[in-house]
């Protein structure tokens, strides 16, 4: 087994142990009785959907200050006018270019 498959092993193993766990906390609290302290199953719960929508809205405002600071993309308008500029001085240049000639003769036998 190598070790990525043991990794994947042990996080398949730990989420099946917390699934349990969680299941026993929230619908069997009280079983053994003493074990645990009254009320346990609505902090689990609480604690749960706190959780839940520290994670959804934490994402919602990460995305929302993305979209805030960064700034907005050139109009296309101005991309083309830039690239037809661009193709203009490079039209222009090799124009601009003297013709290399070939000396006569190369490449007769």
């Known amino acids: 087994m190598s070790k990525d498959q043991a990794v994947g092993a042990l996080l398949v193993l730990i989420s099946i142990v917390i699934m349990v766990l969680y299941i026993w906390l929230v619908f069997f609290p009280g079983y053994p009785p003493g074990l645990l302290p009254p009320g346990i199953d609505v902090i689990i719960l609480k604690l749960t959907g706190t959780v839940a929508i520290i994670i959804v809205f ?52």
């Open 58 to 109: 934490g994402i919602l405002a990460w995305i929302g200050y993305t979209l805030a600071t960064t700034p907005p993309p050139k109009p296309i308008e101005e991309i083309e006018k830039e690239l037809e500029e661009e193709l203009k001085e490079t039209e222009k240049k090799e124009q601009e270019k003297p013709e290399e000639a070939k000396p006569e003769g190369e490449g007769t036998s």
